[in-house]
């Protein structure tokens, strides 16, 4: 059910993204030169991007872990598989619009190298969801925590190494 619900919302950010207007899309496509020179290198990062970055992520991985010992686990976990699905299908199709078969790559680059501590945080938090028994994982979630702790270290400072050297890629081609 929750991978069906994943496609699901991959098909449906995919199909918005496809039905906007063509000046929509124009827009969009012009919106990569900024994102570039926006996630250039940068030599320090302030206190304030870090606190709020890692917040919406520990709020995600805590949201997924409380509602995992509820009721509400297998609603709550089809709803981000939507929502994570819908975002993954708008930022394909977004990047396809500006960098055309390229589209596919580029939205691994700008997933990595965070979405390889990142995935299995989520794996994990999905199997403690469908599961029969609701127990508290304390040490696992701690250790999960840490995952998200070193996928937002890697979203900070190597991200946008990955996507300059993108960027630079881009406009060579």
Avoid: D
């Avoid at 991959?10 to 990569?32: F, H, P, Y």
Wanted: proline letters at 3%; hydrophobic letters at 60%.
């Amino acid at each position: 059910m929750t991978l069906f619900c994943f496609f699901a919302g991959i098909l449906l950010g995919t199909v918005w993204v496809n039905r906007m207007g063509a000046s929509l899309k124009e827009e969009i496509g012009g919106l990569a030169p900024i994102y570039w020179s926006a996630h250039g290198v940068r030599s320090s990062v302030n206190a304030g991007e870090i606190a709020m970055l890692a917040g919406r992520r520990f709020l995600a991985a805590g949201m997924l872990w409380l509602s995992g010992m509820t009721l509400f686990a297998v609603p709550g976990l089809c709803l981000a598989a939507v929502f994570t699905g819908f975002s993954i299908g708008f930022l394909i199709s977004c990047m396809t619009v500006q960098a055309g078969l390229g589209g596919l790559a580029l939205f691994l680059l700008s997933v990595f190298p965070q979405g390889i501590f990142f995935l299995p945080v989520g794996l994990i938090l999905a199997s403690w969801s469908l599961s029969p028994e609701n127990r508290l994982h304390g040490a696992g979630f701690a250790v999960l925590l840490l995952l998200t702790a070193a996928g937002t270290a890697a979203e900070l400072w190597l991200n946008p190494l990955v996507m300059q050297g993108a960027g630079m890629l881009l406009e060579r081609v």
